[in-house]
């Protein structure tokens, strides 16, 4: 259903988009059927298609009938409408490549940055039921044929991430003291620390990245705020730089806007924040790809303009700021 919607609010998100999509295809329809009619102008021809027929009507009567071009042209038109939503455009002079894709953020190839909270909590009893952290967890399903660990999928993240934070570069993000969340002791870490994982999603094993974005201030009470999820975001591109990821394409959600309250910058900002921040660093971070997945329902809800966040990725993607650098 909610694919449906999508589809439908394209016709109004987009619609000078649409306008201007009509007028260019059926332009060409017309300039196609001009030139059919000069094809046909050879009596070789024209006798050879009026033999050929096609559900019964002569492929000469198709081809000598306008209304048959303008059909298809718009017809074309409206099937170009539903791909509004994507976008996808490489940064002028490099191989790098900025994409926009409204769907489940799993569909996405490549490594998933998943928003975490401070503790790397992974029980629902802390986290609550509605983050991209909780829906990852859900969906942890080994492959048929390989032996599970025989813990509940919150005790199997919550293993997997203690591992990972062991990791020098981890340890020393690390705060003192502890914090208790439904009667449990967790480490504290400092916001944009970075755990990387794999879970299998799904019964395909996927490389995930925990980033730090929210502090849980008791058991499905994250917070956060603009400053600190700014922060967030310059840590992680530092820590790709110097670290690395494991997949050439790096798949981002619009981070800290969901279950973690932020209220002092909207959802936009926050995406055209990550576009820009990946632009500048991009020379620098190993990434061929980055896919900023927007929540369909977001975008339903008036949360995202698909239109402007297109605009702007357009515009850093043709004239990068890295076009000033003079070192």
């Not at 394409?249 to 990550?274: E, F, H, N």
Request: net charge neutral; proline share 4%; with cysteine.
């Amino acid at each position: 259903m909610s694919n449906i919607k999508v589809f439908f609010k394209n016709f109004t998100a987009g619609r000078k988009a649409l306008v201007k999509r009509m007028g260019i295809y059926l332009a060409s329809s017309l300039a196609v059927f001009e030139a059919a009619n000069i094809f046909l102008e050879d009596g070789a021809v024209a006798q050879w298609c009026e033999g050929v027929s096609l559900g019964g009507v002569s492929l000469k009567s198709l081809l000598t009938n306008v209304l048959v071009y303008l059909g298809v042209g718009a017809v074309i038109a409206l099937l170009r409408q539903s791909s509004f939503a994507h976008y996808c455009m490489n940064i002028v002079g490099t191989d790098v490549a900025i994409e926009i894709s409204m769907s489940d953020i799993f569909s996405n190839k490549g490594e998933i940055v998943v928003p975490c909270n401070t503790t790397f909590s992974g029980r629902k009893q802390v986290i609550g039921g509605r983050s991209i952290q909780t829906q990852m967890t859900n969906r942890i399903c080994f492959p048929k044929g390989e032996e599970t660990p025989g813990v509940s999928n919150d005790e199997y993240f919550e293993q997997t991430v203690d591992r990972a934070l062991q990791r020098p570069e981890c340890q020393a993000r690390r705060l003192p003291g502890q914090k208790e969340l439904a009667g449990k002791q967790y480490d504290i870490y400092e916001y944009g620390t970075m755990a990387p994982v794999s879970f299998p999603v799904d019964g395909k094993q996927r490389n995930v990245i925990l980033l730090a974005v929210a502090e849980m201030l008791e058991p499905d009470k994250p917070k956060t705020d603009g400053q600190h999820l700014m922060k967030s975001i310059d840590d992680m591109w530092e820590q790709i730089a110097q670290n690395r990821t494991r997949e050439q394409t790096l798949v981002v959600p619009i981070l800290g806007t969901g279950s973690a309250g932020i209220t002092d910058k909207p959802q936009q900002t926050v995406a055209r924040y990550i576009l820009r921040t990946f632009a500048d660093n991009a020379h620098r971070l190993g990434i061929r790809k980055l896919i900023l997945s927007v929540y369909p329902q977001d975008y339903l809800d008036d949360k995202i303009n698909l239109e402007e966040l297109r605009c702007y990725a357009d515009y850093l993607c043709r004239f990068p700021d890295s076009d000033f650098n003079i070192n």
